[in-house]
């Protein structure tokens, strides 16, 4: 079945850029997502992007997907303390993302 | 902007007991959902209901029972509680037609089962 693999912690310094990497096995996965989880509170779509799309760019936000490889990576750009969350990475091959497969989430710790 | 309301927020029970979280969205969504979360890992989907009136299993069902009440709620039971059900159980509804990317989560129910 699908897999989503992702690294589990990053610690980074405020200011600096972070890089939450990614990797799925389903090769007809349409759409991917990235959440992010702050303590204590449900899932929040940060950003998504089409499987025919390589990069996507959202204010301090960059989606890079390697089709080819089947990864996916999103980019904080001047990362915050505010940013400190867990970020899950997640796939769907439909329009449904009720159904989506989720990784196991990245803890990002910035420190100030 | 209430948006999706999940209830208990905390709940510990011991095994064999049951117990129902309820789930209500005011966004008018056709689609609901129940996940679980256990630590370190990702979602994981119990049950769905594409619509009212219409209720899936998800990938994880075994354990667990839902209703479709009406369009804004969905609820999940627990028959008879087990330790391997401990967990934060997440509601989340969605729109329909068209994208549907958007995936709108409760703030989490916290189950412990002794």
């Known amino acids: 079945g699908e897999d989503v693999e992702q690294s589990l912690f990053l610690s980074v310094r405020e200011g600096d850029s972070s890089v939450i990497n990614c990797t799925y096995t389903?090769?007809?996965?349409?759409?991917l997502y990235w959440y992010k989880q702050e303590p204590g509170a449900g899932l929040q779509l940060l950003t998504y992007i089409f499987s025919n799309m390589d990069m996507k760019q959202d204010q301090r936000l960059t989606v890079l997907l390697n089709k080819k490889d089947k990864h996916l990576s999103l980019r904080i750009a001047d990362t915050q303390t505010g940013d400190s969350a867990i970020y899950f990475c997640a796939e769907s091959i439909d329009t449904n993302a009720g159904k989506s497969t989720f990784g196991d989430g990245t803890t990002l710790t910035v420190k100030p | 902007n209430a948006g999706v309301t999940q209830t208990p927020k905390f709940q510990v029970l011991k095994t064999g007991q049951s117990m129902t979280l309820q789930c209500a969205q005011d966004m008018n969504h056709n689609s609901m959902y129940w996940y679980r979360q256990d630590p370190g890992m990702g979602l994981r989907l119990i049950y769905y209901?594409?619509?009212?009136?219409?209720?899936d299993k998800g990938e994880v069902p075994n354990g667990y029972n839902v209703s479709r009440l009406n369009k804004r709620e969905f609820s999940l039971r627990l028959e008879s509680a087990a330790p391997s059900q401990t967990s934060v159980y997440f509601c989340?509804?969605?729109?329909?037609?068209?994208?549907?990317?958007?995936?709108?989560f409760g703030e989490g129910s916290r189950l412990t089962v002794l």
């Open positions: 209901s594409a619509s009212e009136g219409t209720t």
């Open positions: 989340a509804s969605i729109r329909t037609g068209g994208y549907t990317g958007e995936l709108f």
């Open positions: 389903d090769s007809s996965s349409t759409y």
